[in-house]
C-alpha cells in the first residue's frame, strides 16, 4: 500500500497516541496537504524540526500498528463482511419471497457493519 495511504490510516486508528505537535503535524501535512515550509511558517519551528516530527510520528503509527495489527483486524473484518454480503446476493436467487426478504434483511445488517467499522 502506498505510504501515503497508509499513514492516513493509521492516523486514524492512532491519533490519539501521539503528542498534541506529532498530531497536529501528520494532520495538516497529510490531511491538508501542506508542505514543510508552511507548517515551519505556521509552528513558528525549523523546516527539519517540521520533517524529524513528522517522520517520529510515521513511525510511531507504523510501530503501533506492528504492535496491535487494528488497521490490518479492520481491514480483514471488511472483506469478510464482503464475503457475507455476496454470499447472500448468492443464496436469494434460490429462494422463494420470504426466505429471500430474510437474507436481504442479514444484508441489510451486514452493510450497516461495514459502514459502522
Known amino acids: 500500500m502506498e505510504k501515503f495511504v497508509m499513514i492516513t490510516y493509521l492516523f486514524d486508528f492512532y491519533q490519539d497516541l501521539l503528542t498534541d505537535k506529532q498530531r497536529d503535524l501528520i494532520k495538516e501535512y497529510y490531511l491538508e496537504d501542506l508542505s514543510l515550509g508552511e507548517l515551519s511558517e505556521q509552528h513558528q519551528i525549523s523546516r527539519q524540526s517540521v520533517f524529524d516530527t513528522i517522520k517520529k510520528a510515521e513511525q510511531k503509527l507504523l510501530n503501533y500498528e506492528n504492535k496491535l495489527h ?45 459502514n459502522k467499522i
Not at 454480503?85 to 461495514?114: F, G, M, P, W, Y
Open 70 to 114: 487494528l488497521f490490518a483486524k479492520h481491514q480483514e473484518a471488511q472483506l469478510v463482511l464482503l464475503d457475507i454480503k455476496q454470499l447472500c446476493h448468492a443464496v436469494t436467487k434460490n429462494l422463494d419471497k420470504e426466505k429471500s426478504q430474510e437474507i436481504q434483511e442479514v444484508i441489510t445488517l451486514t452493510e450497516r457493519l461495514i
